[in-house]
C-alpha cells in the first residue's frame, strides 16, 4: 500500500465517517498532540478546530497529570458529563483519536471499539509512503566506487637541467722511478676497479 500520505488521510476519514456512521459515535477525529485536525468525520456537527484544540488540551494535562503521578505515560483520556462522554486515546506518539457519545452506558464499548481503530489508523499511519520507498530504495542501491583519476597538478614542475659530466680524470703518468710503494698500491687498487 504505497500511497501518498493524502490518500492515507482520506482514507482514514472514511474510515471515520463509516464508524460515526454504524455508531452512535459523534465528532471523530484523529488530532495531532499540538491541536491540529488530522483527519475527521465529514458529519461532524462541532467545530473541528476547536474540537481538536480541546483535546490537545486534555492529553497536555493528562500527560502532565502521570507524569508527576509516577503513572507511566498517558494512553486515554476519558472525560464523563451528565449526558455523555469524550474518549481521546492515543494513536501514535504524535497524533490521537477523540470521539464523543451521548450513550453513557455503553462507554467501555466504544472504549474498546476506538482502541481497535487506533492500531488500524496506527498501521496506516506507519507504513512509508511512495516518496519515503524511493528515498528507502536510493539509499539501499549499491554505490560503484569508481577509480579516482591521477591527480594534475595545475602546473607541471620545470624539469631539471641535466647535470653536467665531469670528465674523468686521467691517470698521471709517472715514471717508474719515482713511485714510491704506496702509489705503486693505489696504481694496482684503480686498475682492478677499472677492469671490474
Known sequence: ???????????????????ERKTSLEAIALVSKSGLRIACAAST??????????????INIGEKTTRELGHGNLNDVILRGEDGFTIVTEVTPRTMLVASCKETHKLGYYMALLKNYTKRIAQILSMPTEDEEII??????????RPTPPRIPAQLPEPK???????E??????????????EEALLEALRALEEE
Not at 500500500?1 to 464508524?19: G, V
Not at 456537527?45 to 486534555?58: E, H, K, P, Q, R
Not at 637541467?161 to 670528465?167: A, F, H, R, Y
Open 161 to 167: 637541467p641535466p647535470e653536467p659530466k665531469l670528465p
Open 169 to 182: 680524470p686521467k691517470p698521471v703518468a709517472v715514471e717508474p722511478e719515482e713511485r714510491d710503494e704506496e
Open 136 to 145: 528507502r530504495a536510493s539509499k539501499e542501491l549499491p554505490v560503484e566506487e
Open 45 to 58: 456537527v462541532v467545530d473541528a478546530d476547536l474540537f481538536s484544540a480541546s483535546a490537545a488540551a486534555l
Open 1 to 19: 500500500m504505497n500511497e501518498t500520505l493524502d490518500e492515507r488521510l482520506k482514507y482514514i476519514s472514511r474510515m471515520l465517517n463509516e464508524l
